[in-house]
């Protein structure tokens, strides 16, 4: 018997281009995206909000039973995030949120709370999910695992033109101070690090525009349904 849901699993570091590849071969596919950056993003804001510090697991652990984290879509495919019923999906994208959500992401016990509502989405649906540890802890089982990466200068860049097109300042060497210390904390944490998985293709998007990313991301989607329909 055949299953005919399809799950991809795209991995990496900040700044790679993840989230807008994931994005646009999930539209190609017709496929559902998931971002699963933005919710650890949420939880991030929510320990934000409530004046906990986001390395203290004891302070962070009893605020998660009393979290409501929901996602939806626009028609444009972009991911909503729901806190507690309000919609923060400006609230999360900032510098400061990025560092929060690093931290949090640390904890076992985030990790913990917020697996079986990654793993949900892919029982529904066809995916594309991207994060840090998709291929390794969330979907190990996953149709076809990308780990998309880029050199850090390359990184920095986008992430500036990113952020400098939503009107923030912050300088080149900022955002590559920030990206540098994430980087360093999302693989050596001892829950879940950043890491490819052993069966993960490796793509270096560093000399490569958006659209030959999305190609090539694309063309091994292709390749590993025609292998699966075929088997
Ligand atoms: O992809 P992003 O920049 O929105 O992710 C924000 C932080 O969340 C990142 O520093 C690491 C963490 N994260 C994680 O630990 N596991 C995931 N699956 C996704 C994100």
Redesign the pocket.
């Known amino acids: 018997m055949s299953d005919k849901r399809f799950a991809v699993a795209i ?1 990496g570091p ?2 790679a281009g ?2 807008t590849i994931a994005k646009a071969v999930a539209a190609r596919c017709g496929f559902v995206y998931v ?7 949420t939880v ?1 804001l929510a320990v934000r909000r409530a004046g906990a510090d986001p390395h203290d697991a004891a302070a962070v652990a009893p605020l998660l039973p009393g979290l409501e984290i929901r996602f939806d879509y626009s028609p444009d495919g972009s991911q909503r995030m729901y806190l507690n019923g309000e919609d923060v999906s400006g609230a999360i994208r900032s510098p400061e949120m ?1 560092m929060y ?2 931290a949090v ?2 904890l076992p016990a985030v ?1 913990a709370f917020l697996l079986d509502m ?1 793993r949900e989405a892919a029982k529904v649906h066809s995916v594309v999910m ?5 291929g390794t802890v ?1 979907l190990p089982r996953a149709d076809l695992k990308v780990f998309l990466t880029a050199s850090r200068e390359a990184r920095a860049r986008r992430r500036l033109a990113e952020l400098a097109a939503k009107g923030d300042g912050s300088t080149f060497e900022q955002v590559a101070a920030d990206m540098a210390k ?1 980087d360093h ?2 693989a050596s944490r001892a829950a ?1 690090p ?1 890491r490819a998985a052993e069966d993960a293709v490796t793509v270096d998007t560093s000399c490569m525009t958006l659209e030959e990313s999305i190609a090539a991301v694309y063309d091994l989607v292709r390749q590993r349904m025609g292998e699966k329909s075929g088997s």
């Open positions: 991995d900040a700044g993840k989230s971002d699963t950056g933005a919710i650890y993003r991030g990025s959500a690093s992401s640390a990790r990654q991207d994060g840090r540890d998709i969330v994430r904390d999302d879940a950043l």
